[in-house]
């Protein structure tokens, strides 16, 4: 062991852009040291330096696919800091597509992604993970009400729900909790061609009862809340984060004519 073991210790994977760097920013202000995942290196390195003041940020740079990287990366937590608080299962690739156009390739690697990786990191996480530890898997509303063209991306967030449940149920009664991060659509570099659209920007305020977008910084707050002690007996939970969207039929006044 190189480093502290006085800070508490989070892996992130998909550190490198969008939900998962906004939140290594909200754990490294919050008084982490991160285990930083994806595949990016330059990015991860980037993020490391920006970090160091407050973070010790180390890098396992990978694809979540592969055999051994949920292994290398609570080593790396071990290693380093002799201690693992908290994993977020974040990495994900956004493949939107009905069932009858996802071909096999497609299928098999939205599970390999975004199911069977957050399964492996989680069982090897628990190896080393003791009271007070917390898991927090990133689903999507997609993976609750689902929408046009869900698909295998609704499937696996599904099934992220189950896994959600699972684990809350045999590692609670260890001080292990697990929940679920819900988010509605949030400008990333998922989402970014979307966003350029004046009809899908429209049609997103139209059905959101809130007055504003969502954004990778309301989803690192509410991930950074469920691992800290406020959040401690909120076990098993699917937490959606979109404005009301998937809970209500909003329509927003101007679109019906008021
Ligand atoms: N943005 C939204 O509207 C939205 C809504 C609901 C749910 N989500 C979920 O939020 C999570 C983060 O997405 P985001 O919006 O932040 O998108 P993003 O900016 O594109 O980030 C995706 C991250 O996942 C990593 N990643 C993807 N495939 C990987 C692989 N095979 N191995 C390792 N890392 C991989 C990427 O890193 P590298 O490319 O460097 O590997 C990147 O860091 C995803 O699970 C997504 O499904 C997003």
């Known amino acids: 062991m ?17 939900i998962g760097e906004t939140t290594a920013r909200r754990f490294a202000e919050g008084g982490f040291n991160i285990v930083a995942v994806a595949r990016r290196k330059e990015r991860l390195q980037e993020l490391a330096a920006q970090l160091a003041e407050k973070a010790q940020v180390v890098v396992v740079a990978g694809d979540v696919r592969e055999a051994d990287i949920p292994k290398r990366a609570v080593e790396a937590a071990i290693n380093n800091f002799g201690r693992l608080d908290c994993l977020v299962n974040n990495a994900g690739a956004g493949k939107w597509a009905p069932v009858k156009d996802t071909d096999d390739d497609t299928l098999n690697e939205v599970i390999d992604i975004s199911l069977k990786a957050p399964f492996r990191f989680a069982r090897e996480a628990l190896n080393v993970m003791g009271k007070g530890a917390a898991i927090i898997n ?8 689902s929408g046009m063209a869900g698909g295998a991306y609704s499937t696996v967030k599904a099934g992220l729900v189950g896994m959600t449940r699972s684990l809350a149920c045999d590692y609670g009664p260890q001080g292990i909790r697990t929940n679920l991060v819900a988010p509605g659509v949030i400008k990333t570099e998922m989402t970014d061609a979307y966003w350029e659209s004046d009809y899908f920007q429209r049609t997103n305020h139209e059905i959101t009862p809130f007055d504003r977008e969502g954004t990778a910084d309301d989803v690192a707050n509410l991930i950074y809340f469920l691992a800290s002690p406020e959040g401690s007996y909120i076990n098993g939970q699917t937490i959606a984060l979109d404005g009301g969207w998937s809970s209500t039929k909003f329509v927003c006044a101007e679109a019906l004519g008021r």
């Open 138 to 145: 990133i689903g999507s509303v997609f993976g609750i009400t």
């Open 2 to 18: 190189t480093g502290s073991s006085e800070k508490p210790v989070v892996i992130i994977t998909g550190a490198s852009s969008g």
